[in-house]
């Protein structure tokens, strides 16, 4: 099993572009969720799905977009990115009876 | 604001010492309190976890303390070694949703 996997390791954009940050698992885990690690401030939610097709915002949504339509994959989308998106980005997964979460390596961002 | 309080921000231990670390909740409806260890450049780990009906779960060196009372859970690393060296995160669930403390950096002296 490879796990929770996520692409790219690093990355940089400038103020206003898009990009879509990849997650995918092989666990096949109901559960999957995006945060954003920022200094001082722990781990955020920012949104999460309880299966394929269902998704939810969790405590900061604002500027992201997410979609599950597979069970697997966990894309999210940063429509128009602003140097206060500047964070490491973290997926995890878990199974839906089950709350040990598993997380994956993580994902730097950078917006100029 | 953080629903999970946690403190201190940094802390440093010689080895074989005891390394603690505080967190606290206002949210009567979490479930589940699991401690999660980052180490640089990684995502976090779970570490260990605990239900509140339970006061305390040891794990090797590492014990959780559960008050439910006060609504406040603590971490305790026994004989810390450098290979503990790292960042510990205390979380709550509720509603399919963790919460995470700001974080403790552990530095473990030889």
């Known amino acids: 099993n490879a796990g929770v996997t996520q692409t790219p390791k690093f990355q940089v954009l400038k103020t206003g572009q898009s990009m879509t940050l990849q997650c995918a698992q092989d666990?096949?885990?109901?559960?999957m969720s995006w945060y954003r690690q920022d200094p001082g401030m722990g781990l955020r939610l920012i949104h999460y799905?309880?299966?394929?097709?269902?998704?939810d915002q969790g405590e900061v949504p604002n500027g992201y977009n997410v979609s599950r339509s597979t069970t697997e994959d966990f894309p999210l989308r940063l429509l128009s990115a602003a140097p206060s998106q500047t964070s490491v980005y973290f997926c995890?997964?878990?199974?839906?009876?089950?709350?040990?979460?598993?997380f994956g390596p993580g994902t730097r961002l950078t917006v100029t | 604001q953080q629903q999970v309080k946690q403190s201190p921000q940094s802390l440093i231990v010689q080895k074989g010492g005891i390394s603690i670390i505080n967190c606290a909740y206002e949210?009567?409806?979490?479930?589940?309190f699991p401690w999660y260890q980052q180490f640089p450049g990684k995502g976090p780990a779970l570490l260990i976890a605990?239900?509140?009906?339970?006061s305390e779960k040891k794990e090797g060196r590492f014990t959780i303390s559960f008050n439910k009372s006060a609504k406040q859970f603590s971490l305790h690393i026994m004989d810390s070694q450098p290979g503990d060296s790292a960042t510990y995160f205390c979380?709550?669930?509720?509603?399919?949703?963790?919460?995470f403390g700001a974080g403790t950096t552990v530095t473990v002296r030889a």
């Open positions: 949210n009567t409806a979490f479930d589940y």
């Open positions: 666990m096949n885990h109901e559960y």
């Open positions: 799905s309880v299966g394929a097709g269902i998704t």
């Open positions: 995890a997964s878990s199974l839906r009876t089950n709350h040990e979460q598993y």
């Open positions: 979380a709550a669930r509720g509603d399919y949703k963790l919460s």
């Open positions: 605990i239900r509140p009906d339970v």
